[in-house]
């Protein structure tokens, strides 16, 4: 576990459940893909973790930002972003959102249909805009594929709309779906991306910008490429379809930017057999789907877990939530092992929870209060 993160539960008599985040390491993650990627910029996806500290560190250091709601605007300007760092990237936006990020300046916004277009071109006149395309989600353990996006050949038609309707054609996205492990479908997307550009580029319209979305993976209990391997892919692709008259490239990472820098700190409740001798354990923590664990839905994200009994004797467990909901079981499928020593009253750390888990807590169900969060 990362040593300040260790230190802070160490002095501190902080109770459980609980989120502790060091905003160093969102620092250094920045840094690391702004490094790698130098064509454009690192636009934040405020939906991974909105905490006040993440966002004012990221201002600092000149980040942009992807918001999806008005209200995520107002986060992004409350921490300092001025309204040319935001761009609004939602294909699906309120009207009164448009007319409100409209209003303060925000000046990008994105469709994937020619009803949130018209709707862009009446609220925000003249404003930037970029069509979302459909990507293969394989290789992703969070798809989004299906709900967003359109074909190459629709965006095409929508670009050339969306110019006659006064707008600014000013690119494409998409987005490989999020904890994505295959460098390949970067490469696939851009593919797409850059023959928008070609057929575009003969009708008279010059896009100038592609965003790569976000989808970059993160070290859970299985291994995963290590960055290198996108950010050479997404070069070698630019390169290869671009050759030196590379367009404005935006990422925009959000599991990637904050996953590695919180853990969250749980007790386990409960560790009983119920009466099965042969059956695996079940250990009940003070944190479950509904506590923010959303993303273990399906297994799909195997959070790994560090004890204090780490190296002792390990058996079966299945890990679930405290609530009293039957979905409320965290991993039964993935074969989790556990000390046998764990009792309730310990304490246990999920570790690589720093995205997608503050804002996915209910709001007291069960009673249950919130989830306490730190920022070191
Ligand atoms: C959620 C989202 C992101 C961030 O995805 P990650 O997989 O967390 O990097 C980026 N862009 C858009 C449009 C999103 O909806």
């Known amino acids: 576990m990362n040593s300040k993160i260790s230190q802070f539960i160490a002095n501190n008599q902080i109770s459980t459940p609980c989120l502790i985040l060091d905003v160093d390491q969102v620092e250094r993650n920045y840094n690391q893909l702004h490094q790698a990627i130098p064509y454009g910029g690192i636009y934040y996806a405020v939906k991974a973790n ?7 560190r990221l201002v600092a250091l000149n ?3 992807d918001a999806a709601s008005w209200e995520e605007i107002q986060l992004c300007l409350d921490a300092g972003a001025k309204p040319s760092q935001i761009s ?3 294909t699906v936006k309120k009207i ?3 007319q409100s990020a409209y209003k303060i300046g925000v000046e990008m916004y994105v469709f994937d249909s020619i ?7 009446k ?4 404003s930037k805009v970029y069509c979302r395309l459909i990507v293969d989600n394989l290789g992703a353990d969070w798809p989004l594929s299906g709900k967003f996006g359109t074909t190459v050949d629709h965006a095409v038609e929508l670009l050339i709309q969306a110019k006659n309707l006064g707008l600014d054609p000013y690119g494409v996205s998409f987005h490989v779906g999020s904890q994505q492990t295959d460098p390949k479908a970067y490469t696939a997307a851009i593919e797409k991306a850059a023959s928008c550009f070609t057929t575009l580029a003969a009708q008279g319209i010059e896009l100038r910008m592609i965003n790569l979305g976000g989808g970059f993976p993160i070290r859970y209990r299985e291994d995963v490429p290590e960055i290198e391997e996108f950010t050479t892919a997404i070069q070698q692709s630019l390169l290869h379809h671009f050759g030196n008259n590379i367009p404005r490239i935006i990422l925009e990472p959000g599991r990637f930017m904050v996953g590695n820098a919180g853990i969250v700190s749980t007790e386990v409740v409960l560790s009983s057999k ?3 001798t042969n059956g695996p354990r079940w250990v009940y923590l003070d944190i479950g789907r509904f506590g923010g664990l959303a993303e273990t839905e399906g297994e799909a994200i195997r959070y790994q877990i560090e004890t204090s009994y780490d190296g002792s004797t390990t058996g079966p467990v299945v890990l679930a939530g405290p609530s009293c909901d039957g ?4 991993y039964q499928k993935s074969n989790y092992q556990l000390p046998l020593e764990l009792t309730a009253g310990d304490r246990i750390s999920l570790l690589s929870t720093g995205a997608y888990v503050s804002t996915y807590c209910s709001t007291r169900f069960n009673g249950f209060a919130p989830l306490e969060e730190y920022y070191i």
Do not use: T, W
Not at 327 to 330: E, L, M, P, S, Y
């Open 50 to 56: 909105p905490a006040l500290p993440i966002l004012k």
């Open 63 to 65: 980040s942009f930002f």
């Open 88 to 90: 609004f990237g939602n």
């Open 96 to 98: 009164s959102s448009i």
């Open 115 to 121: 009803e949130e277009m018209q709707k862009i071109a």
């Open 123 to 126: 609220h925000a006149p003249g």
């Open 274 to 276: 119920r009466g099965k």
């Open 327 to 330: 979905v409320d079981v965290i």
